[in-house]
């Protein structure tokens, strides 16, 4: 399980690089849009390109987002289950304890 959470992370670190170097591009294509704009020549290809990217980015940023908190929610439950586990060894630890104390105050009483 931490395995593939891990693989998951990594994934997603790539999947963000990937999209903030995209979004690197986006600005780029919106500098030269608005230059050809103030020149007077309007780009309406560039122009489409641009408003289908933002759509497509957007799409992308909920999709992440989704992506993130069901990993998150994994790793939390993962975590809760290795929390479970170690309260069970220490509630038999306590009571091999008890147990220990008990002998030892039998012992102590007979001697």
């Known amino acids: ?11 997603l670190s790539s999947s963000l690089y ?9 600005d780029k294509l919106s500098e030269w849009s608005e230059d050809k704009a103030k020149d007077g020549n309007e780009l309406q290809l560039l122009d ?6 933002e759509q497509v980015k957007s799409e992308l940023e909920a999709k992440v987002e989704d992506v993130v908190s069901k990993v998150y929610k994994k790793i939390n439950i993962a ?10 060894n220490l509630e038999k630890a306590d009571a091999s304890i008890a147990l220990l104390e008990a002998r ?3 012992l102590e009483a007979k001697s």
Do not use: S
Not at 18 to 26: I, Y
Not at 82 to 88: E, P, R, T, Y
């Open 1 to 11: 399980m931490k395995t593939k959470t891990l693989i998951e992370l990594i994934t």
């Open 79 to 88: 975590h809760l289950d290795d929390i479970k586990a170690l309260q069970g």
């Open 18 to 26: 990937v999209l903030a170097r995209d979004t690197h591009a986006l």
């Open 104 to 106: 030892l105050n039998k």
């Open 48 to 53: 489409k390109i641009k408003r289908k990217a």
